[in-house]
């Protein structure tokens, strides 16, 4: 195998046409408000993003630790609010919709936490929704009873 050397260009020369035509058909130069501001904003004149007060330096995005712990803490907060669409949608996808949801007896009224049997009565039971066991005493609950209605949506 043989290799045989490329020849090279040379770059182009500070006196050279290629050069001088580069210049003069580039970008024309722009004033400092016509540039995009990188990593924040430089004519930025608002203050503290959670109390509004003035803010330490330019770059900053809160005025001291105490407002930048209060974003995070409001950045990371558990939803209250459940979509009970999605969440179904994402049990049934998951294929553990049955094991998640509530049956009740016909019969004899007891409640089952994924089984769509009564073992007693051996009569299919009704599903009422989804929920799980309570902790403490281990006995079905309801999603809608742990959050109320207000907690819950339709979509």
Do not use: W
Request: proline share 6%; charged share 25%; hydrophobic share 30%.
């Amino acid at each position: 195998m043989t290799f045989t050397a490329q020849p090279m260009r040379e770059p182009a020369r500070i006196g050279s046409s290629e050069s001088q035509a580069s210049i003069l058909t580039g970008p024309a130069v722009t004033s400092p408000s016509q540039i995009s501001p990188r990593d924040g904003s430089r004519d930025r004149s608002d203050g503290c993003l959670i109390c509004g007060k003035p803010r330490p330096s330019m770059r900053a995005l809160y005025c001291d630790d105490a407002c930048k712990q209060r974003a995070f803490r409001l950045r990371h907060r558990a939803s209250t609010h459940v979509d009970v669409a999605i969440l179904r949608r994402e049990l049934q996808r998951r294929k553990v919709l049955v094991t998640h949801t509530i049956y009740q007896c016909g019969t004899c009224g007891e409640q089952y936490v994924g089984e769509r049997r009564c073992p007693d009565c051996h009569t299919f039971n009704k599903g009422l929704g989804l929920g799980g066991n309570c902790p403490d005493c281990d006995t079905p609950i309801l999603l809608t009873d742990l959050l109320g209605e207000e907690g819950l949506s339709t979509a």
